[in-house]
């Protein structure tokens, strides 16, 4: 029965264990013909990253953009706060930047929702 250091070890550390502990941990040896093989064990992040490659960098690439803009946006908003302009004026500035945050909104997510399906239908490339 192996220690907890080395079960801790062999799983933080593979390439140490590899193939001192199979034995004792229950994995079979590659070849053995008398247990069922175990796939080489990765990552849940990895394996999906590998799989959804292009839908990360989409998303990515749309977060970062839409980070961008809404910034602009927020900037934009706090100019129109400290600015010295009239009442009225404030409220037309207020109320065409309330839309354009709108508008902002419903293109990245309509954009980028119909990419993603498109994306996983594989259609895009």
Do not use: D
């Not at 934009?76 to 706060?81: K, N, Q, R």
């Not at 902002?104 to 119909?114: C, V």
């Amino acid at each position: 029965m192996p220690r907890m250091s080395e079960v801790l070890l062999s799983r933080f550390c593979p390439q140490r264990f590899s193939n001192q502990r199979t034995t004792a941990l229950n994995v079979a040896q590659p070849g053995s013909g008398n247990r069922k093989e175990l796939p080489p064990k990765t990552w849940w992040w990895v394996e999906l990253w590998h799989e959804k490659r292009q839908l990360f960098k989409e998303g990515v690439t749309y977060t970062a953009i839409f980070g961008v803009l809404f910034g602009m946006l927020v900037f934009s908003h706090w100019l129109i706060v400290q600015s010295p302009l009239e009442f009225a004026r404030v409220l037309v500035l207020e109320h065409f930047h309330f839309w354009n945050f709108i508008v902002l909104i419903i293109i990245f997510a309509l954009r980028s929702s119909i990419r993603a399906v498109l994306l996983e239908l594989g259609l895009l490339k």
